[in-house]
């Protein structure tokens, strides 16, 4: 069965940095699109970031391109997301998404607090 599990989250102070992993098993990595999603409190999940199977057509929510980088490595089944110069209204958790097609799948998610 797919599976997605991220990491990276914390505690961290406004302006520092993160690096969010997630690993995904179970699919054919390779096929899918990638995507990073956050929620927060009392906010509806919105899409951060996202990259296609091969090639560099990224995507980035305006609030966070030019701070964040989505990247992948499809030999190693891995999506990351560097967050830099985080701000308090990045907090939120963070979901990792695989979709292809009719199929999407969802990771259970990593808590970014950015707090001073």
């Known amino acids: 069965q797919v599976q997605l599990v991220e990491s990276g989250g914390g505690l961290v102070q406004p302006g520092a940095s993160l690096r969010l992993s997630c690993a995904a098993s179970?699919?054919?990595?390779?096929?899918?699109?990638m995507a990073w999603y956050r929620q927060a409190p009392g906010k509806e999940r919105e899409l951060v970031a996202g990259?296609?199977?091969?090639?560099?057509?990224?995507y980035y929510a305006d609030s966070v391109a030019a701070r964040f980088t989505i990247s992948r490595n499809n030999a190693e089944n891995m999506v990351y997301l560097q967050m830099n110069n985080l701000k308090p209204e990045d907090t939120a958790v963070y979901y990792c998404?695989?979709?292809?097609?009719?199929?999407?799948?969802w990771g259970q998610g990593t808590q970014v607090t950015v707090s001073s």
């Open positions: 179970g699919l054919t990595f390779s096929n899918y699109y």
């Open positions: 990259i296609p199977s091969f090639g560099s057509s990224t």
């Open positions: 998404n695989a979709y292809w097609g009719t199929i999407e799948r």
